[in-house]
């Protein structure tokens, strides 16, 4: 059974950090591109930034550039966000998913960050940024 387990969120203060991680279980994260999106509340989900298999590439979106690494270890089947500088506007849910579909997150930019390109989904983790 493909699956795929998010942790390491919480509430943290402005300015701090977190390390998420998106673990897969049933299938290698090898030949798959993984994406981390986020859903705030009454907002729709948004793309935040994918790291693909192939290359190892990423990408990020304009809003967390800078401040968000994605990192993959194959050995762990496991992806990383690290998120540093965290906002209040960071605040939401953050989910990891996996695509066999994408093949490069550098050539494919923006494309990335559409759910719809993305076929299995982990149950989400909370972020709290708030003094």
């Known amino acids: 059974q493909v699956q795929l387990v998010e942790s390491g969120g919480g509430l943290v203060q402005p300015g701090g950090s977190l390390r998420l991680s998106c673990a897969a279980s049933g299938f290698t994260l090898d030949y798959d591109a993984i994406g981390w999106f986020r859903q705030a509340p009454g907002k729709e989900r948004e793309g935040v930034s994918c790291?693909?298999?192939?290359?190892?590439?990423?990408y990020y979106a304009d809003s967390v550039k800078g401040r968000f690494t994605i990192s993959r270890d194959n050995a762990k089947n496991t992806v990383y966000l690290q998120m540093n500088n965290l906002k209040p506007e960071d605040t939401a849910v953050y989910y990891c998913a996996a695509s066999n579909r994408i093949t490069s997150a550098q050539a494919m930019g923006v494309i990335t960050m559409i759910a719809g390109w993305y076929d299995y989904w982990g149950q989400g983790t909370q972020v709290t940024v708030s003094s």
């Open positions: 790291i693909s298999s192939s290359d190892g590439s990423t």
